[in-house]
């Protein structure tokens, strides 16, 4: 197992968390960041890290 991509899922989690909390507060910037943020981290994770 690849401790490096299984990290970088779990900060994509934390990054939809994140989201999700600023949503909620009214933070609509911040929220899109951590949104776009989490998109990139699973592209790289799935580009670079994830074994074909």
Known sequence: MNAL???SAAFAVF???V????MTVGELQG???AFL???L???LREKYL???
């Open 5 to 7: 991509a299984v990290a």
């Open 15 to 17: 990054l939809f968390v």
């Open 19 to 22: 989201a999700l909390f600023a």
């Open 31 to 33: 929220a899109g960041l």
């Open 37 to 39: 943020s989490a998109s």
């Open 41 to 43: 981290v699973i592209y």
């Open 50 to 52: 994830v074994g074909e």
